[in-house]
């Protein structure tokens, strides 16, 4: 990280450095120029003390280093100057889900049958075939068939692993495949039995699924949730309160929306409660902008106003 360290200046670095080494010819030039009219060795000397081509040369590099030391107060890694130079220009931020925002423990919430077999023994049958291998996906379709105490005997031919995919096998002479829509729908070209589009079309966004199909067609779909950690909220709040932040352009004591942001997440429980809150304090806010003439502050405020609406209220 050290040795690259060089490789990941920030733009801002590089301009200081080029300008810090042009002003150096005018600098000599100037303290000969003060030699030659005073004659006076102090006087000429007194200019080089002046330079500031150093002090700006030593100044953004100093300026990243704190920069990243606080960051890494925060437990924020960064590697390089440039990094932190494109954060300042990002207007949107992308998290990685598993293991981030989640837990990583996907666990299973609901097998739907799209057949005349119960729930159960599909579930057993998708075990059976996601026991061989260590995903997470996998292990959590196995875990939910223990907790069931479904026994799930090696009821299938050699399985067949598809990677990024999903598996393929045969069930008593039937073929087995259980994976990604992709995987089953434009790979397999399974479809939909006929009088269950209804069901299909109504599956739950929120759950990822998986998909298990018996020759050709779609038997289950198993529902997985991976669950989202306590802290995720809160601090999601706090990024968007702070973006919120700067994209209004509103003053610091909005920080107090910290806590409300974190809890205004869709299907939150009183997120309508805690929305009036917000939009109450804003409101007041805005008023007592109004009142003592501080009239830019207010549109700040009211454009807040307009943001907090739109992402949480009902039209």
């Not at 005997?153 to 990024?164: F, L, W």
């Not at 509103?250 to 806590?259: D, G, K, N, S």
């Amino acid at each position: 990280m050290i040795e690259d360290s060089e490789k990941l200046k920030s733009s801002l670095e590089g301009k200081a450095e080029h300008l810090a080494d042009r002003l150096v010819p005018y600098t000599l030039a100037g303290t000969g120029a003060v030699y030659l009219l005073t004659r006076n060795v102090m006087k000429a000397l007194a200019v080089l003390m002046v330079d500031f081509s150093c002090a700006l040369k030593l100044a953004m590099p100093i300026s990243v280093l704190s920069a990243i030391r606080e960051a890494s107060h925060y437990q924020v890694t960064v590697k390089g100057g440039k990094y932190l130079e494109a954060m300042s220009e990002a207007d949107t931020i992308v998290f990685d889900k598993t293991g981030t925002l989640t837990k990583a423990q996907p666990t299973v919430v609901d097998v739907i049958p799209f057949c005349e077999a119960q729930s159960d023994e599909l579930l057993r049958i998708a075990a059976c075939l996601e026991e061989h291998f260590p995903h997470s996906m996998a292990k959590a379709v196995v875990d939910a068939a223990a907790q069931k105490g479904l026994v799930h005997e090696e009821i299938h031919s050699k399985v067949e692993y598809i990677v990024a995919h999903g598996i393929s096998s045969f069930v008593e002479g039937k073929k087995v495949v259980i994976g990604s829509a992709h995987f089953i729908f434009e790979d397999e070209k399974c479809v939909v039995p006929e009088g269950y589009q209804s069901r299909f079309d109504s599956l739950p966004e929120e759950y990822s699924h998986l998909y298990l199909a018996v020759d050709g067609k779609l038997c289950a779909v198993i529902c997985i949730e991976d669950p989202l950690r306590e802290e995720a909220a809160e601090e999601g709040g706090k990024v968007y309160s702070a973006f919120a932040v700067q994209y209004t352009g509103a003053p610091v004591e909005t920080q107090w929306l910290y806590p409300y942001l974190g809890k205004l997440q869709p299907g939150a429980p009183h997120v309508d409660v805690y929305a009036e809150k917000v939009l109450r304090e804003l409101t007041s806010q805005r008023k007592g902008a109004l009142h003592t003439g501080e009239e830019e502050r207010a549109a700040r405020l009211e454009k807040l106003i307009q943001a907090v609406e739109e992402q949480y209220t009902k039209r």
